[in-house]
């Protein structure tokens, strides 16, 4: 709240009151905006569980991301998040592939003399 050029006591009780009003409604506002955005994710995934009881208004066309708020293109998620996933699954993939073919160690004898190498699987 900027300082008043007043010192009337009344009005500057009225002024704080209204400053406090306005930030407590925008307070309120992001909490039932969020709140309602849950409800929807919510609503969603139960509309995937039991598409039955979903709403005659949802069809093929009415899917939603369920990460954000876009239409979903392939396995519940929209294209953006859709490529993040195909990205990670190809990177573990081949982390995975990458740690079988470094599986096998080299153990060196405990005499130096020797030149024979044994490699454990």
């Known amino acids: 709240m900027p300082p008043r050029k007043s010192t009337d006591f009344g009005a500057l009780f009225d002024s704080l009151m209204e400053d406090l009003r306005i930030q407590i409604a925008a307070s309120v506002d992001r909490t039932l905006s969020d709140f309602n955005k849950r409800l929807s994710?919510?609503?969603?995934r139960l509309d995937q569980v039991d598409p039955q009881n979903a709403d005659a208004a949802t069809d093929k066309n009415g899917r939603v991301c369920s990460l954000c708020e876009r239409t979903a293109?392939?396995?519940?998620?929209?294209?953006?998040?859709?490529?993040?996933?195909?990205y990670r699954e190809r990177k573990t993939r081949l982390s995975r592939r990458h740690n079988l073919d470094l599986?096998?160690?080299v153990v060196l004898p405990p005499s130096s003399k020797s030149t024979e190498l044994s490699v454990n699987n």
């Open 41 to 44: 994710r919510i609503e969603r």
């Open 103 to 105: 599986g096998a160690t």
């Open 73 to 86: 293109v392939a396995r519940g998620l929209c294209s953006a998040h859709y490529q993040q996933w195909r």
